[in-house]
Structure formats: C-alpha cells, structure tokens
C-alpha cells in the first residue's frame, strides 16, 4: 500500500502501537536536542535516572536561550550543562555558536532520523526529512535513556503546495498563510506533510521557517522530503554521506488535504498577540515602528539576512527605530562577515546582537511601552519581548527590512527598489567552533554545580480528595510565556524551582504567587478555555505551579506539550464534559474533588464540586494505565522511582 512520507518515518521508527488515529504508539528516538532554558532541568532528570551515558546515536545540549551574565546564575548554568554533557556523553555547543535548531541542521540532522527535543520548535528538523518533535524537558532525558517516546497517532495533513512564490514574498509568508487559515489551534493531533512542485522551490532553509512555525499551528510536527535540494544543502555543510531520499509514495493519501498556490499569496503580518492574528501588510501599513528585529529560528537562513542587507544596501534606516540583527548561528555570522552583508547592514544603522535566541525570549532588546515591535521570531504572545504592555507583530524578512527603512509598517512591495536575488549558497566556510564532541573517557569528568543550581522539589502522592479555591479563571490559547514568563529577570532561575516559582502567573496576576502560598500544602484549582498551555514547551510551567500547590486543571482543552508535562509532574488535565460549565466557575470559588483517587485508580470520570455555587461537573481525563499511575504516585520521576525500589 502506498504511503506517506510522515506514515513511512512513523512506521520505521514504531516500537509499539498501530498506527491508527488516535491510538497511542511508541517510537523509538535516534537523536535529541536540549537548550539551556530547558537543559538544566533535562540534565538533573537525566542524572537522577542513574546512567553513566545517553542510549541515542547523538543528543546535542545547546546554550542559545540565557546568553545575558548579568550575575553568575547563567554562566553557573552554563558550567553545569558542559560538564553535564562531557560526563554523559552529549555534544555541547557554547554561547555563541547559534540557536540550536539552525545549528543542529547544519551540523546534526539525517534524513529519516527521529529527533526528540525539549523546544517546541524542534520540528524545524522536518526540513531535512526528519521526524522531529518537540516535547518537555522529561521526555527528552528518557529518550537520552533510549526509553521510546508515546504520542498519539497524529492525523497527517498533506499540504500541497504549487506555483511560485511572486517578488517580496518569502517563505514566512507561506506559514503565515497557514495561520491565517487555521489559527494557533488548527494543526492540533496533526502532523503537516508538504509536497507539490512549490516544495522544488523552496531552499532547505526556507523549509525550516515553515517546519519550525508549525509548532504555532499546534502541530505535532511537520516534514518535508528529503529531495536534491537537502541533498545540496547537506553538501554545503560537508555532509553529503547523510543523505538519502525520502519521499511519498505516488498516489498516497492523507487524512487531510490543502493546497497553498504560492503565486496568489501576498506579505503577511501577525498583530498582537498572537501568531494566528495574521493579515496582510497592506491592511496595517502605516503604523509607526520602534523595532525591527530580525533573527531567530523562524528566519534563520542566510538569505533572511542576506535579502534585508542587500534591501538597506548605501540607505540608512529611519531614525526612529531600532534594526537589531540576531545571527542565528557563528557559521551564518562568518558568511555575512567575509562577504560584507554584515556591513551594509551596520552602515545602514542596525545594531548587531550575537549568535542566539536573545530577544526572541526576551534577553535582551525590549521594545518601549506601546511601541510597535516589528519581529520575524515566531511568537507574539502578550510580554515575550521582555515588555509587559508589548506590541509586536510578526512579519518576513522583507517586511521587516522595508520597515526599518520607512520608519512606519510598509508592504514591501511598495519600495521603489528592485527585488533582490539571493539564494542560498552552495559553498560555505564551515563552522564548528564551540562544538564540543562528546567523550570518549568521561571518567575524571566532575559535573559542576554551582549555587544556582537546585535539585528538583520532591513532591507527593495524590491524595484521597482535594479541596481548594479556583484560584485562577482564564480564557483560550493561554501560553507558557503567560504561565512561567522568559526574560531576563526569570530565565536565570530555571535550575531554581523555588525562585522561579515566584513568577507563576506573573504576566496574568502580579500578586498570583502570594494568593497560592497559603495552598501550597492543601492544593488549588486552575480554570482555562481551549489550548491551554500553547507556545513553548517549558515544563517549569507546570513544576512551579505544582511547586505552589497546583493539582488539577479544568479546562475546554490543552496544546500537547504542556499536557504532557502535566502528566509528567503528576497534575491532572480535567477536560469539562459539559462545555458550558466552564462559564458557571468564577475565580475564587471553592472546588471540591471528594474521591479523586478512587475515580483515578478506576480510570473513570471525575466529579468536581462546586461548593460555592452548589453545583456538580462531570470531567474527563483520558488516560493509559502507566500515565494513571503517575498521577497517583505524584508524578513520572515518583513513579520509575517506585518501579525500581
Ligand atoms: S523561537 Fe526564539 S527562543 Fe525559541 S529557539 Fe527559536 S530563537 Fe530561540
């Protein structure tokens, strides 16, 4: 029977289940990616599972997100993730070397491989042909223990592109054409397969702005066939041994089925705050800018930096705004050097960051109060720049350019200018500084830990009942960024779960960490709409709340990731049977679970009480045996500790 590319690199990697919609199946992982935001946490999970080195072909631990050293905690972190790695037998790439899903393609990715990796845009390795997903920090250290990773079966979204992109309109556009018809939740329980004579003209790169955007979409991940032009690219960075060919069968099928003709599609824009706010330029040009911010793993290509240099080349930007240029990786950042991009776009005004995530999870380059911040990073939710009342909108390269140029939002299109012509090079010099390759011996390696260095809280079993204020109501699509903010003041306390806990909430209540503590050994509720949980995949969005006594959330729904990790940290995901219940909880009221462990053990249907209001909801919270006993035990690393005692 003909297949599909995602159903083949399913298939080759299953190690249990069947490969029907919606049941769960196991596969087995090749490779995984860690980055420091996550990483720390990774690393102490990994140690505390007791073995002297990663089961994968490569794991590659990367230090992209805490980059500003402020104080010690972040080189502390730093230190920590490179012994880390050296005694457990990882790659570790140092700050300045490059986000680390650019730069896991240039130097790690194969064609056909699994890729497992605590960041929710790991599937950009789906521009090679990968099968590469994003997932919480614990499921990445039990897939560098070579445990399979369980997901359901994903629904596979054939997407076929044709035509030719027109002048001014780039691949960003073409995943903002996808939000702009589906929104943030529309790829849930999917994996995207793109395919068509339009995939022909995209670079590899260009399919990593798109592979990496599906995460915005809710999308298990996305691929692409591995075809000559990932061949080329391979070539470019020395490795053409890694690749083979990997395609759909003709006359395949898909669950479900959409074409993108890219000659119709125009610049698009996302408007605060959200990816899924997508509209053309046209409809907002005018409005005065602040920033232009080009960089990230959304637009990671040479050419996305290429294109805005030979767009600004003998201009200078408006006075008004701030052109902050983010290198994705130390390779980008030669090419850009040696052949004087990089000086055309200093002489045009913009200021030049290092090779990182930086603003992108706001290190770094705030925009000012109300300012509008134009970003070709992927997310816009409400305070990731760093700035708690932003305004940012995400948009192309071109766009971005084009912007900086005028001073106000403007459609490229619009320039007087003639379109460049770039595309990637097939020759480049090859950086592999501040990679370091995993050890042979790692015998007289020590990990450092220094003071910010915590072990993980220990928590409890479930207990027979719970009882506790909703101490929290929320609406829909609420993101990670809203649960456990980034930035520069919180990111550094990532190996902290007490310090870090005390921005729980913090972009929604200031004061949401006081109001907890008191049920810090009793419990609380969360109440939240659809897609909870959105955006990156954290797992100290849900350690900290649990930390502050979250045990249960009712909600119309989660985005996967965070849903995982909240199985993962022992909380239980409550989906409301009767929709319409969610609008009779107000914050505040008092919810009562009476036999929660009993309805747990029995794997049935849940009742919550509403003492308040004296009403009764039904709640369901589908789940495997081995997830059951988790939650029961207080959490995953309780449960393999019960296993083995
Ligand atoms: S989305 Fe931003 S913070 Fe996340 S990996 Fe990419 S560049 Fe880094």
Known sequence: MSKNLAQKLIESHLVDGKMEVGETIGLRIDQTLTQDATGTIVMLEFEATGLDRVRTKLSA????????????????????????????????????????????MERFGIPGHTLLGSDSHTPAGGSLGMLAIGAGGLEAAMAMAGEPYHIKMPKIWGVKLTGKLPEWVSAKDIILEMLRRHNVEGGIGKIIE??????????????????????????????????????????????????????????????????????????????????GNVVPVSEVAGREIFQSYIGSSANPGIRDFVIPALILDGEKIHERVSLDINPSTRQVLIYLTVNSYLSKLISAGARIHQAGCNGCI??????????????????????????????????????????????????????????????????????????????????????????????????????????????????????????????????????????????TYYQ???????????????????????????????EH???????????????????????ENLINFGILSLVFENMDDYDTIDQEDILEMPSVKKELEQNSAFTVVNQTKNLTYKMLCPLNSKEVQMILTGGRINFIKHKTQ
Not at 65 to 70: A, D, G, K, T, V
């Open 541 to 563: 969005a849900v350690i900290a709340p649990k930390y502050l006594g979250l045990c249960a959330i009712l909600a119309k729904g989660y985005a996967r990731i965070h849903r």
């Open 194 to 275: 793109y395919y068509g004579p339009g995939v022909d003209e995209l670079s590899a790169m260009d399919r990593h702005v798109i592979a990496n955007m599906g995460a915005e979409l809710g999308a298990t991940t996305t691929v692409f066939p591995s075809d000559q032009e990932v061949k080329r690219f391979l070539k470019s960075q020395g490795r053409e041994a890694d690749w083979v060919e990997l395609r759909a069968d003709e006359g395949c099928s898909y669950d479900e089925h959409e074409t993108i003709n890219l000659s119709e599609l125009v610049p698009l824009i996302a408007y605060p705050s959200s990816p």
């Open 61 to 104: 631990q990367y230090v992209d997100h805490n980059l500003l050293q402020e104080d010690y905690k972040n080189p502390d972190d730093h230190i920590f993730l490179r012994t880390a790695s050296q005694k457990f037998g990882l790659w570790y790439s140092a700050p300045g070397t490059g986000v680390s899903h650019p730069v896991h």
């Open 508 to 538: 929604i209540d200031e004061k949401f960490y006081e109001r907890a503590l008191p049920y810090q050994k009793t419990g609380f509720f969360v109440v939240a709409g659809e897609n909870y949980g959105q955006g990156s995949s954290r």
């Open 362 to 503: 706001g290190m770094g380059q705030a925009p000012a109060t109300g300012r509008i911040s134009l970003r070709t990073t992927p997310r816009n939710f409400p305070g990731r720049s760093g700035t708690k009342e932003d305004s940012v909108y995400l948009c192309s390269p071109e766009t971005a350019a084009a912007s900086a140029l005028t001073g106000v939002i403007t459609d490229p299109r619009t320039l007087k200018k003639k379109y460049p012509q770039f595309r990637e090079p097939s020759e480049i010099i090859i950086s592999k500084t501040g990679l370091l390759p995993p050890l042979a011996d790692t015998s007289k390696i020590v990990i450092e830990k220094g003071p910010n260095i915590q072990p993980l809280p220990k928590f409890e079993s479930l207990p027979n009942a719970i009882t506790g204020p909703a101490l929290l109501k929320l609406g829909n699509d609420i993101s990670t960024d809203e649960i456990l903010p980034a930035g520069a003041r919180v990111l550094p306390l990532r190996s902290n779960i007490p310090a870090i806990s005390k921005y």
